[in-house]
């Protein structure tokens, strides 16, 4: 079956500081993967996707994620993190049925 | 409507009461999804539909948990008999293809 772990539960950075939360998932062949970001006391939203393509994938807020198929891997980058981006993060690969396989999600705290 | 809209925004429920959710997908979007978080952790699929049909149900457990899509009404999601470990957030999500999905604010449920 497949999986998906993220392995930093809690991350804590300082505003300006350059951000990378890792995310490897199990299944060898194609895959669809994203990454939802939850603010607090808000909904899940898209952040970005990787379908096919350019394995680099921009998305919005100035986040970015790198698809690399050798390592399984599709890890959320920001060049210079704010405040604002304080949230939960997750990453997900879609299942055989559309179905999201999550993974346990990253607690991002930015300090001002 | 532009959004995932569900309710109620909060459920409480004595053990062994009955719970029923509600989803209204984003109008046009074939495609909706039930997801469980018990205590900020993962995510767990329970149930997809594409229109009125099943399309995915391996997530649900059988005995207490039922799902339908009726056209004209927002999906419901209902827990027969509720015990402790019901409690969690229960969040729907829409899908025009399969593709991206779009989440509701969810419902959160707990059992006393």
């Known amino acids: 079956a497949q999986s998906v772990s993220q392995h930093n539960h809690h991350v804590i950075l300082s505003e300006a500081a350059s951000l990378e939360l890792g995310c490897n998932y199990s299944y060898g062949g194609t895959v669809n993967l994203f990454w939802y970001v939850q603010y607090p006391g808000q909904h899940l939203q898209l952040l970005l996707k990787y379908f096919s393509g350019d394995p680099l994938v921009k998305g919005i807020k100035g986040f970015e994620a790198e698809f690399i198929k050798s390592k399984f891997s599709f890890n959320l980058r920001k060049p210079s993190v704010q405040w604002s981006d304080t949230a939960e993060y997750f990453c997900?690969?879609?299942?055989?049925?559309?179905?999201?396989?999550w993974g346990a999600g990253t607690k991002l705290i930015i300090k001002p | 409507g532009e959004e995932v809209a569900q309710t109620p925004k909060h459920l409480v429920r004595g053990e062994g009461q009955k719970a029923k959710l509600y989803c209204a997908p984003i109008k046009g979007h074939s495609y909706v999804f039930w997801y469980q978080q018990v205590l900020k952790n993962e995510f767990k699929f329970l149930i997809s539909?594409?229109?009125?049909?099943?399309?995915?149900e391996t997530g649900m457990p059988k005995e207490r948990f039922s799902a339908k899509c009726l056209p004209n009404s927002p999906c419901s999601l209902e827990i027969q008999a509720t015990k402790l470990e019901d409690s969690a957030v229960y969040f729907c999500a829409s899908s025009h293809r399969g593709d991206e999905q779009y989440f509701g604010p969810g419902t959160r449920l707990t059992v006393t």
């Open positions: 997900a690969v879609r299942g055989s049925n559309y179905q999201l396989i």
């Open positions: 539909f594409q229109n009125e049909n099943v399309f995915d």
